[in-house]
């Protein structure tokens, strides 16, 4: 299914284009970032992300995407991704991952954060080292990227990560990373974990959001009877991280992070490259 994915390309000028879309997210998460608190319901988040969204002259990509009716998936605990904001209230210690997009000048950008409400001291040992092993095979995939290489050795990198972990992990596969230009969804599908086929050899100007959904227990997942909500089996709890990055020839750069990912890539030995 994966190797018959198409790889579409973007010039320069679309991946500053791009930029802009995912500053507007990047901005948008580190709000939501401070502004979380202990009572508070994921509707209320969403109110917070829509209203910034559109004083950026930006538009929420999923409010209305297939009917789907927040400008943000708000997943709490053992929901794994595409949570619906509404009245949940949130509490100390509840582990949250956001996923957010916006759409400007017709360009999307789509990023997704983990954290814990009421900071990391809230946070159990197990959540806290669920949510740091879920973002730094994040950054291990985005690192795997590289114009000649093949694609999927993203998912071989995010799959060795988790793996090297002192416990054992999930990793959820039904629900995979993807391309993003002028739609939030396009190809070619990136697999958050090692597969057979080698897919498709990276070019540069190619625009992938890389989003691994890792949990604390078995990885099997199931869909509530909203339509919407993905929830682990087994009740275990689960995070969310998701980045859009475009590949040139010089490198790397993280559209929907605010630092276009230079900590992290340069961490990781990997190429950053903004274009100017």
Known sequence: MFGRSRLDTKTPEQIRLMRGAGLVVAETLALLRERVRAGMTTGDLD??????????????????YHGFTGSLC???????????????RLADGDLVSIDCGAILQGWHGDAAISLIVGGREQGSEQDLALMDVTE??????IAALAVGRPLYDVGAA???RVEAAPVPYGIVEEYVGHGIGTEMHQDPQVPNYRVR?????????????IEPMVTGGSAATRVLADDWTVVTVDGSRASHWENSVAVTDEGLWVLTALDGGE??????????APLS
């Open 47 to 64: 109110a917070i992300a829509e209203e910034h969204i559109r004083a950026q002259g930006a538009v929420p990509s999923f409010l209305g």
């Open 136 to 141: 730094a095979s994040m950054w291990a995939g």
């Open 158 to 160: 995010v799959q060795d």
């Open 197 to 209: 086929d080698r897919g498709p050899i990276v070019r540069s100007g190619v625009t992938v959001a």
């Open 74 to 88: 708000v997943s709490v605990n053992d929901e794994v991704v595409h949570g619906i904001p509404g009245s949940r």
């Open 263 to 272: 900590q992290q890539l340069k961490a990781l030995g990997a190429p950053y």
